[in-house]
């Protein structure tokens, strides 16, 4: 059956009663030394009929989300939601339904490659790979890594090894989190709660919601945990049905479910937040704090076009509720004048003493494996980094988890810097655009053929970490990237190998979760580590029974600083706004997935291509129709799209998802739609985050049509078609 456990000694551990079910599920002590088998060579302990599950967790963001994989003769066939994971409880979006199509995906690397940055790829074997690793760690000061936002246990061996061997420290970089803006929010709740910590929003125990601009049924930070608790707050404690009120300035899948959208002009969500600030402390209490004495709710309304009257009426609705919270979301701070913005809606939670109460603003739980929160890189950091390497300083770069060549903006200039670097070395599992420019691709293995953990830094009140394990035996010649590592470091020898003294990555995991044995409070308990390794697998994954979510200090502090807010100053000469948001199919890496590209777009339908949503009164100014080819210009880029009337879009905003536009990653992927980063400029806010929401266009005919294939009659739409006696 495999070299380290014999059939015999297999069937006397799967006799051992209360071993038999984990064992056989995959999940037992037994499991680490059992081979994973692909159908061609069926293991001993499958059967025809039966089924075996795998508890592991989702890979396609880095959420945390708990899966349970269907397997049957060696081939996964179903990924589920684990319903004992805290972050999701049994649910899964449609990446995590999708994640068997990346594995299946017959465009993977599959095997090590040698090429000359993209030209003439060969197959080279892992012995050679591994002592080029072994090679750049003995060159620390020349090294890089560049790292994507999953998964945990990968970062931290990287982390553990370049603080060994003197080496800068790996950097963190993805889409989602630029598209969150989560460094604004850590610095807006460091200037007003005193912690830069993530915060978690209890949606669920909240009766009345304004969201600026927080997507939470799409893509917004932890989307499963936040529809779970958007549904609790609909059927709220004594069939009390919660409000939602979205600001946005398009209608998104979270602003149609609301009770009320309400579209404000892009950078005016600052005033709007101080004059609801305003208006609902004089309603409560007679005067306003210091914050928001000096907002002018005239100016607000103005500026946002948001009537005076509605203002007013969202102040009575918070003085109203029982259970008020106010949440800002990842465009809304991606302004330049973002920071403010994020002081300012955090500021009006402390007016409506909600931090650390039902319904409010907590911190998120301190991870039972580390304390600190490590984010992705800012705008800044990024351009910081890419500084670096168009001066030399980089020999070699290691890039695993991320596809900077697609996923930052070309103003900053990633791919230019790319070719100033001696060695790039990719650990894709695809081959993306930044792997297709490497000099040699040393492929991980799937997520769903991997060890792991993720720690979960938001979704749920309760401390946890998230872990994986494979559900399939590898398909191809891949290698953990982690073991990888672990083999170069013991072949460079000297501090790298002194710090990573584990024969492979499964020992280093168990290494860093041991410190749980023995924790109390746990969702299960364990007096060794082979039993709470055994149950780790099992349930996929370790958490506190109890919430453990974190009190921000007394408000009146925050509600007695003075707030400073101006609308946000645009980029760019064109006339209209553009408002980037990412797919909620595809987002940053989903396009390569036949089941995502297939699956329409919950608000327009669209499919298998980009499009840029324009209000019809806009379009019928500019003289375009539904399929008409349009030019968008900014200072920095210009892509062909094609047009999509979209009436729940204000007159002067037009819109285009994020998550085509490749150049590479495979056949799904290649070659389709536009990419609308690349439009994107270098200003950032006040924490250093990107402003890609505070960009203005110029948008021009082409003359050409290109049809979207769409779910959708435009018949039932706009008519279409219709006669007069119809």
């Known amino acids: 059956m495999t070299n380290k456990l014999s059939r015999r000694d297999f069937l006397k551990l799967a006799s051992l009663g209360a071993a038999t079910s984990a064992v056989l599920t995959g999940c037992g002590p037994a499991s680490r030394y059992v081979t994973r088998e692909p159908y061609t060579k069926m293991p001993e302990y499958n059967y025809n009929g039966q089924s075996t599950y795998f508890a592991t967790t989702c890979r396609e963001c880095a959420a945390g989300c708990g899966l349970v994989v269907r397997t049957m003769q060696g081939r996964a066939l179903k990924a589920e939601g684990n319903k004992h994971n805290p972050v999701n409880l049994g649910k899964t979006c449609a990446r995590g339904q999708a994640t068997l199509h990346g594995m299946y995906n017959p465009d993977r690397v599959q095997s090590p490659l040698k090429q000359a940055r993209g030209n003439n790829p060969t197959d080279t074997d892992w012995d050679t790979a591994i002592s080029i690793v072994a090679e750049a760690l003995n060159n620390p000061a020349d090294t890089a890594f560049l790292m994507g936002l999953a998964p945990d ?270 060695q790039v070395i990719s650990f894709a599992t695809f081959p993306d655009e930044t792997a297709m420019l490497a000099d040699y691709i040393l492929p991980d293995h799937h997520g769903l053929e991997s060890w792991g953990y993720q720690r979960v830094v938001t979704g749920t009140g309760q401390s946890m970490v998230s872990g994986a394990q494979p559900s399939v035996a590898p398909f191809y010649n891949t290698r953990a990237t982690a073991d990888v590592l672990l083999a170069a470091a013991t072949k460079a020898g000297g501090k790298a190998a002194a710090a990573l003294p584990f024969k492979d990555e499964v020992e280093f995991i168990q290494d860093k979760v041991s410190v749980l044995v023995g924790a109390e409070g746990g969702f299960y308990n364990a007096a060794d580590l082979p039993a709470f390794w055994a149950l780790f697998q099992q349930f996929g994954g370790w958490w506190k029974n109890d919430s453990s979510l974190g009190v921000p200090p007394q408000t009146a502090n925050a509600i007695s600083k003075e707030l400073k807010v101006s609308a946000a100053k645009p980029e760019g000469e064109g006339e209209f706004h553009l408002f980037v948001y990412p797919s909620p199919i595809l987002a940053e890496a989903g396009a390569n997935k036949p089941w995502l590209q297939e699956t329409p777009d919950p608000t327009t339908t669209v499919m298998w291509n980009s499009w840029i949503e324009i209000n019809p009164v806009t379009a019928e100014e500019l003289g375009v129709e539904d399929d008409d080819v349009v030019t968008v210009e900014s200072a920095f880029g210009v892509v062909e799209v094609t047009v999509y009337k979209y009436p729940a879009i204000r007159p002067d905003v037009v819109a285009i998802p994020f998550g085509q536009g490749h150049t590479a990653y495979g056949r799904y992927a290649e070659n389709r739609g536009v990419n609308p980063a690349n439009l994107f400029g270098t200003t950032t806010n006040g924490a250093g985050d990107l402003a890609f929401a505070g960009m203005k266009v110029k948008i021009q005919k082409t003359g050409k049509k290109r049809p979207l294939s769409r779910l959708e009659s435009k018949l039932g739409v706009y008519g279409i078609g219709m006669s007069e006696e119809h």
């Open 153 to 422: 246990h990968l970062f931290d061996l990287v982390t553990d090894l370049c603080k060994a061997i003197g080496a800068p420290a790996p950097i963190r970089y993805g889409a989602l989190g630029m598209f969150e803006a989560r460094a604004t929010l850590g610095e807006a709740s460091r200037a007003v709660f005193a912690r830069p910590d993530m915060l978690f929003f209890d949606i669920a125990n909240a009766d009345t919601v304004i969201s600026f601009g927080a997507n939470f049924l799409e893509t917004w930070v932890s989307p499963v945990a936040y529809t779970r608790g958007y549904s609790q707050m609909r059927r709220g404690p004594g069939g009390k049905r919660g409000r939602l009120i979205q600001i946005e300035p398009r209608l998104s899948q979270t602003a149609a479910k609301a009770d009320e959208w309400l579209p404000g002009a892009p950078g005016s969500e600052g005033l709007v937040a101080v004059a609801l600030g305003k208006l609902y402390a004089e309603k409560k209490f007679g005067s306003a704090p210091t914050a928001f004495e000096a907002a002018d709710i005239n100016l607000a309304a103005e500026a946002s076009g948001i009537p005076l009257e509605k203002l007013e009426h969202l102040a009575d609705l918070l003085a109203e509720a029982e259970h008020p919270l106010v949440i800002p979301g990842g465009a809304t701070l991606a302004q330049e004048n973002g920071l403010e913005t994020a002081k300012a809606i955090l500021t009006l939670n402390a007016l409506l003493d909600n931090p650390g109460k039902p319904g409010g603003v907590y911190f998120t739980p301190a991870n039972p494996l580390s304390n600190k929160y490590q984010r992705a890189a800012t705008a800044n950091e990024m351009a910081e980094f890419i500084g670096k390497m168009n001066s030399g300083a980089i020999k070699t770069l290691f890039v695993h988890g991320v596809n900077p060549v697609f996923e930052l903006p070309k103003s900053l200039g990633f791919e230019a810097a790319l070719a100033k670097v001696g």
